[in-house]
């Protein structure tokens, strides 16, 4: 009895210890992926500023010296003025003092970058009252926009990934994990067809200074919540039908995450993703494995069966539990 005990103790502890270290190289690559993220970033980049900076330097000189009876303190004055107000949204170029920042389409537009937590960056409160709106509007929001979007991705998910895989595991009886990861695959090109690509040649058409790539580009930092900032639509001086334009980004904002939201927990529910999560978490307990199966949600990106043993795994595959099985089938 005591060897078996010892024996069941010591198996817990080289599994956990074996996961304690899965878990420590996982850190070390994270860090060396964000180093070398850091490095590359820096070799590219910055001799481009050194020639930014150079330009700029340049043509300050340059109109110093054909503007005498200006002084560099003034043009200092100035240009901080300048580059303060368009920190707030707001520019000094004639070509932009039609385009409001705070009409109700754009105001629309920043709400929804808000509460999605894209933030571009390009426009923001100018007083004290809207900046602690702002505060107060994304405490509840945010959570309210999470919960919004788990509940519209969940009911998604029966009709676009759990029903199509169980109904052609179930008519060709193929395996389940295989139709899954074909499946998975399908829905991540549509969505950067739908998403990505066809959104990019349009913005592309119908933004001026921007080609394919920089549209490309564009669609992703959105939909990845990154939201740099450094290229937001409908802000051209010629910009027609802008206010339309503005209600059309921010639809296509909040069904392109919503499609993402989709594509991500259709992968995350694949088998495979599953078993190699299990590598790096920590193994529960029963009792901790029976409160997970009484408070699990969907989109919650690791499910119950992360924790069970292969022997349950197999009786409760992937996306078993959302299609019932008939007699006839």
């Known amino acids: ?65 054909d503007n005498q009876c200006l002084s560099e303190e003034r043009l200092e004055a100035f240009l901080a003025k300048a580059l303060e107000a368009s920190n707030y949204g ?27 937590t894209t933030g571009y960056g390009h426009t923001v409160p100018l007083s004290d009252e809207g900046k602690a709106f702002c505060i107060l509007y994304s405490v509840v929001g945010i959570p309210f926009t999470l919960l919004f979007f788990t509940a519209v991705v969940q009911r998604i998910m029966v009709f676009s990934t759990r ?18 990861g074909v499946h ?36 992703f930092i959105s939909l990845s919540t990154i939201g740099l900032g450094d ?32 594509v991500l927990e259709t992968f995350c529910e694949l088998k495979q993703l599953k078993q190699l999560r299990k590598i790096f978490y920590i193994k529960k307990e029963k009792s901790e494995d029976c409160l997970n199966i009484l408070d699990h949600d969907h989109l919650a990106f ?4 992360d924790q069970n043993t292969p022997a349950r795994e197999s009786k409760t595959d992937l996306f078993a539990d959302s299609v019932p099985v008939t007699p006839d089938d």
């Not at 932009?96 to 629309?108: H, P």
């Not at 029903?163 to 899954?180: C, I």
Request: hydrophobic share 50%; charged share 15%.
């Open 90 to 116: 707001v520019s000094v170029l004639n070509e932009s003092a039609t385009n409001w920042n705070w009409d109700f389409t754009s105001s629309l537009f920043f709400a929804s970058t808000v509460l999605s």
């Open 1 to 65: 009895m005591l060897r078996c005990l010892s024996g069941t103790g010591c198996t817990r502890f080289l599994e956990g210890h074996k996961s304690t270290c899965y878990f420590l190289l996982l850190v070390l690559v994270y860090l060396i992926y964000l180093v070398l993220g850091a490095v590359i970033f820096s070799l590219v980049e910055l001799p481009n500023e050194d020639l930014l900076r150079q330009d700029l330097t340049t043509t300050k000189q340059q109109f110093l010296q």
């Open 302 to 305: 690791s499910s119950v069966s």
């Open 231 to 262: 290229y937001v639509p409908g802000e051209g001086h010629n910009q027609r039908f802008r206010q339309l334009y503005k209600v059309g980004i921010t639809v296509y904002l909040i069904l392109g995450l919503i499609a993402m939201l989709v």
């Open 184 to 219: 998975a695959c399908l829905l991540a090109a549509i969505a950067l067809g739908c998403f990505f690509v066809i959104p990019a040649t349009v913005f592309s058409v119908l933004e001026d200074d921007w080609n394919f790539l920089e549209s490309f580009y564009f669609c």
């Open 163 to 180: 029903r199509p895989v169980a109904y052609v595991h179930r008519r060709w009886g193929l395996s389940r994990s295989m139709v899954a």
